[in-house]
C-alpha cells in the first residue's frame, strides 16, 4: 500500500508563485514513478509534470517554461515549484505513483489563480 500526500496549494494572483509538495510513503521502489496532474471545474484530469526513464522531467506543453519538477528521494517527496502562474492553471493538483499494475493518487491540493 502506498500513501500520497500533497501539500502547498493556495490563492496566488496571475504571476505569483506557488511551491507544492508530494509525500510518499508506503512500498515502493522509486519517486521516479510519480507524476503531477491537474483538474480543472469541469475538465478532465490532465498530466503536469513527471519524469522520462532517463530521469528527466517532462512537463506539458501548457506549462513548460514555468514550472519545475523535481525530487528528494531521500524524503520520498516531489516537488512542482510553479512560477508566473496564470488563471488558466486554476485546478486542484493531483500526486500519482504506479506500482504495477496500481497508481495510488494523492488527495489533491487546490490551486487558485486569480486575475
Known amino acids: 500500500q502506498v500513501q500520497l500526500v500533497e501539500s502547498g496549494g493556495g490563492l496566488v494572483q496571475a504571476g505569483g508563485s506557488l511551491r507544492l509538495s508530494c509525500a510518499a510513503s508506503?512500498?515502493?521502489?522509486?519517486?521516479?514513478?510519480m507524476k503531477w496532474y491537474r483538474q480543472a471545474p469541469g475538465k478532465g484530469r490532465e498530466f503536469v509534470a513527471g519524469?522520462?526513464?532517463?530521469?528527466?522531467?517532462n512537463y506539458a506543453d501548457s506549462v513548460k517554461g514555468r514550472f519545475t519538477f523535481s525530487g528528494d528521494n531521500a524524503k520520498s517527496t516531489v516537488y512542482l515549484q510553479m512560477n508566473n502562474l496564470k488563471p488558466e492553471d486554476t485546478a486542484v493538483y493531483l500526486c500519482?505513483?504506479?506500482?504495477?499494475?496500481?497508481?495510488?493518487w494523492g488527495q489533491g491540493t487546490q490551486v487558485t489563480v486569480s486575475p
Open positions: 519524469f522520462t526513464s532517463g530521469g528527466n522531467a
Open positions: 508506503g512500498r515502493f521502489a522509486s519517486i521516479n514513478a
Open positions: 500519482a505513483l504506479t506500482v504495477a499494475p496500481t497508481t495510488y
